[in-house]
T-cell receptor
Framework: AQTVTQSQPEMSVQEAETVTLSCTYD???????LFWYKQPPSRQMILVIR??????QNATENRFSVNFQKAAKSFSLKISDSQLGDTAMYFC????????????FGQGTTLQVKP | EAQVTQNPRYLITVTGKKLTVTCSQN?????MSWYRQDPGLGLRQIYY???????DKGDVPEGYKVSRKEKRNFPLILESPSPNQTSLYFC???????????????FGEGSRLTVL
């Protein structure tokens, strides 16, 4: 069974600095999707970024980028120029292959951006 | 406004008293799913529905039922709630028949359920 592991329960960063959140996953599949979701204090889940496994190029969305290492099964999220509004819990997620639509989430990392 | 709406947002109930958490989406999405969120465990899938004809169990279906009689609604039913079902519940939808079709799940705002 696929698993997603986020080994950093909590992290903090100074405003305007860069921070990297780690995620590893385990799968025997070759084609899959990876995601980072953000959950601010409002509890609403928001998609931050998506990566297709068949694409070697790392996905970027403005200040958010990923470092996708397929062989190492690693999928880290880098947040540049951190802002106070980035304070949230971040979840790494894996989309299972087949026709299940099953999105498997990691345990989450709470990020605190300090002024 | 495109959205996924869950009700109630907060509920305190007692063991054994049947309850239903409603979920409705106005985006004409085929796919809908329920997750529960617990500290240290992330989000775990309870049930999902690829379309109105297909519903299947996720990772933690025990103690829950769902119904998909029409595309827009996907209620979560707890026939006999127990304290271990105290959790934060999220409903989500996606336009394709699998979450990866668009790569994005649209989430509701969550329902905080406490079972005493």
């Amino acid at each position: 069974a696929q698993t997603v592991t986020q080994s950093q329960p909590e992290m903090s960063v100074q405003e305007a600095e860069t921070v990297t959140l780690s995620c590893t996953y385990d799968t025997s599949e070759n084609n899959y999707y990876l995601f980072w979701y953000k959950q601010p204090p409002s509890r609403q889940m928001i998609l931050v970024i998506r990566q297709e496994a068949y694409k070697q190029q790392n996905a970027t969305e403005n200040r958010f980028s990923v470092n996708f290492q397929k062989a190492a099964k690693s999928f880290s999220l880098k947040i540049s120029d951190s802002q106070l509004g980035d304070t949230a819990m971040y979840f790494c997620a894996f989309l299972q292959g087949g026709n299940t639509g099953k999105l498997i989430f990691g345990q989450g990392t709470t990020l605190q951006v300090k002024p | 406004e495109a959205q996924v709406t869950q009700n109630p947002r907060y509920l305190i109930t007692v063991t054994g008293k049947k309850l239903t958490v409603t979920c409705s989406q106005n985006m004409n999405h085929e796919y809908m799913s329920w997750y529960r969120q617990d500290p240290g465990l992330g989000l775990r899938q309870i049930y999902y529905s690829m379309n109105v004809e297909v519903t299947d169990k996720g990772d933690v279906p025990e103690g829950y039922k769902v119904s998909r009689k029409e595309k827009r609604n996907f209620p979560l039913i707890l026939e006999s709630p127990s304290p271990n079902q105290t959790s934060l519940y999220f409903c989500a939808s996606s336009p394709g028949d699998r979450a990866g079709f668009t790569g994005e799940l649209f989430f509701g705002e969550g329902s905080r359920l406490t079972v005493l």
